[in-house]
């Protein structure tokens, strides 16, 4: 689907229009259906079960991405034609970096059982900072990926395009990065950020490798086009931040708590959706006052 993406049905860059990105959006949902129902008949109804809640866990903390990378391409001022491309990247990068950290904390828990109240904890203190900030602070200034990238090569001063490299730039030969390169660098480290939140709340659903990474990359792959899709509403759901906030502190309970009492995986499903179903309900219902 990326590869069709990529070289079929965006091959050039420009505006993603709303009802396009619906439509995307949608696909993709169909598609993580379609796997669930392929692992219900494949491995029964507990593993589909356990693929949904990691789902729907996973694109639900994705949700909080989607306003760090409206921060990142305002601060930066890409153009919209442009940032697809540089999601595109963003993404396919991350689909690597988790599994490498997806195999790590599994095999982790398998040896070393005690992680899984390091990793609780860590969510509950997540959640916490979360509820408090209102939302995961970004400086993209302050990124250590961008002060590297500046160290080890010059920089042009405007966007060349769509273009990541360049050669040669106002009369200078050599090679060039171009500031979209800067970009993509901010979203790959932003989302390892990320990933220490989101990898441990799907693993407080299972320890299944298979189950954690596949809900991973359909949360991840829909992302994309989400983005697009939602971008221009993401100030109307105010309350989601608190939802999210509640969300990583009740699967950080479930995960410490899972020697003494463990939580049915349909219990935890329908605790998600119901916080996610209220703190949206409640955004509509209870809007910002004008200035």
Do not use: C
Request: charged share 15%; hydrophobic share 60%; glycine share 6%.
């Amino acid at each position: 689907m990326l590869v069709l993406d990529l070289l079929v049905f965006h091959r050039h860059s420009r505006v993603v229009r709303s009802r396009e990105a619906l439509a995307w959006s949608a696909l993709w949902i169909v598609l993580a259906t379609a796997f669930a129902g392929v692992l219900f008949f494949w491995q029964g109804r507990q593993i589909a079960l356990e693929f949904v809640t990691g789902y729907v866990l996973e694109l639900s903390l994705s949700i909080d991405n989607l306003f760090i990378f409206l921060v990142i391409f305002r601060y930066f001022a890409v153009p919209e034609q442009h940032q697809r491309k540089v999601l595109f990247w963003g993404i396919l990068g991350a689909l690597f970096m988790r599994a490498a950290f997806i195999l790590a904390g599994v095999g982790l828990i398998q040896r070393f059982h005690w992680i899984l109240y390091v990793l609780g904890a860590l969510l509950i203190y997540s959640g916490i900072r979360l509820g408090f900030s209102g939302e995961h602070q970004v400086d993209p200034a302050r990124n250590p990926a961008v002060r590297a990238l500046r160290r080890l090569m010059p920089v042009t001063d405007d966007f060349q395009g769509g273009h990541f490299f360049v050669r040669g730039w106002k009369g200078n030969p050599g090679l060039y990065a171009t500031p979209l390169l800067v970009v993509l660098a901010v979203i790959e480290t932003t989302d390892l950020l990320f990933a220490v939140d989101s990898i441990p709340a799907v693993l407080a659903v299972t320890l299944n490798a298979f189950i954690v990474y596949t809900s991973n990359v359909f949360a991840i792959l829909g992302l994309r086009s989400m983005y697009f899709a939602v971008s221009r509403l993401m100030n109307v759901f105010r309350f989601l931040h608190t939802g999210l906030a509640l969300v990583l502190i009740l699967v950080g309970v479930k995960m410490i708590a899972a020697d003494y009492y463990r939580v049915p995986t349909l219990l935890t499903l329908g605790v998600i959706a119901l916080v996610l179903l209220v703190s949206i309900v409640a955004s509509v219902a209870l809007p910002p006052k004008a200035a």
